[in-house]
């Protein structure tokens, strides 16, 4: 299935003893949003990181646009990261001494593209603050700066890890609507951990992580 942005095929993962992923499987297609749910502790993150090249995987294959994760260097997975995936997490993760313009661009630049930040602010509502430094933001604009960053250098793939868990309902409402529509703008792949069915349900398909596997 080449056409798919991302493919993992029967992947485990155990922490010492303790198993924590058994044979799972996923595929996300261009433009595809999968919202990924679980208990605390089912693995979610844990999967995020993998499929980043974050993390090793036990046994099992992760594909991401065509390259095979197994095997690959540190150096080269690092540059597969900074090519084809854009990452969103809890924590807002802006650098403090940064501008939002330069929080904005600074990750394109690394991976020797050219960012719009005054496009990209525009789109998420932040063309007023361009200037300003994080600590001079709110939460929810903060994750708009990190959804800005992590689509600055048009992803195929995005990964976001509870992006709304330190936001309000209505702020994080907003900012999960923001980070679909720039996904479905860049025909990006988005795959989404919520603890919310109700964020959830927004997504085009679900996946349940329960017991090491999908349900
Ligand atoms: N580096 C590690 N070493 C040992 N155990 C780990 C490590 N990372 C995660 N774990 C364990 O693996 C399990 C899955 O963790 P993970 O963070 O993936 O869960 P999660 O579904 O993302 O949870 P949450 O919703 O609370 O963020 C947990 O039991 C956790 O304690």
């Given at each position: 299935?080449?056409?798919?942005?991302?493919?993992?095929?029967?992947?485990?993962?155990?922490f010492?003893?303790?198993?924590?992923?058994?044979?799972?499987?996923?595929?996300?297609?261009?433009?595809e949003?999968?919202?990924?749910?679980?208990?605390?502790?089912?693995g979610?993150?844990?999967l995020l990181?993998m499929?980043?090249?974050?993390?090793?995987?036990d046994?099992?294959e992760?594909?991401?646009?065509?390259?095979?994760?197994?095997?690959?260097?540190?150096?080269?997975?690092?540059?597969?990261?900074r090519?084809?995936?854009?990452?969103?997490?809890?924590?807002?993760?802006l650098?403090?001494?940064?501008?939002?313009?330069?929080?904005?661009?600074?990750?394109a630049?690394?991976?020797?593209?050219?960012?719009?930040?005054?496009?990209?602010?525009?789109?998420l509502?932040?063309?007023?603050?361009?200037?300003?430094?994080?600590?001079?933001?709110?939460?929810?604009?903060?994750?708009?700066?990190?959804?800005?960053?992590?689509?600055?250098?048009?992803?195929?793939?995005?990964?976001?890890?509870?992006?709304?868990?330190?936001?309000?309902?209505?702020?994080?409402?907003?900012?999960?609507?923001?980070?679909?529509?720039a996904?479905?703008?860049?025909?990006?792949?988005?795959?989404?951990?919520?603890?919310?069915?109700?964020?959830?349900?927004?997504a085009?398909?679900?996946?349940?992580?329960?017991?090491g596997?999908?349900?």
């Amino acid at each position: 299935m080449s056409h798919m942005v991302l493919s993992v095929t029967s992947v485990n993962k155990s922490f010492g003893d303790v198993v924590i992923l058994r044979g799972v499987s996923l595929s996300l297609a261009p433009g595809e949003v999968v919202a990924l749910t679980g208990e605390s502790g089912s693995g979610k993150s844990t999967l995020l990181h993998m499929i980043a090249g974050l993390e090793p995987v036990d046994e099992g294959e992760i594909i991401i646009d065509g390259s095979n994760l197994a095997g690959m260097r540190d150096s080269a997975s690092a540059a597969l990261r900074r090519e084809k995936i854009g990452i969103v997490f809890q924590q807002f993760n802006l650098i403090p001494s940064l501008t939002v313009a330069q929080n904005l661009t600074f990750q394109a630049r690394l991976s020797g593209k050219t960012a719009d930040a005054a496009a990209l602010a525009a789109s998420l509502g932040l063309t007023d603050h361009l200037d300003k430094y994080p600590e001079q933001l709110s939460g929810g604009q903060q994750q708009r700066v990190a959804i800005g960053r992590a689509i600055a250098a048009s992803p195929k793939l995005i990964l976001a890890d509870e992006p709304t868990g330190n936001l309000d309902e209505q702020t994080g409402d907003h900012v999960f609507d923001l980070l679909l529509s720039a996904a479905r703008d860049q025909n990006a792949a988005l795959l989404i951990v919520t603890h919310s069915t109700r964020l959830a349900a927004r997504a085009d398909r679900r996946k349940h992580l329960s017991r090491g596997q999908f349900q």
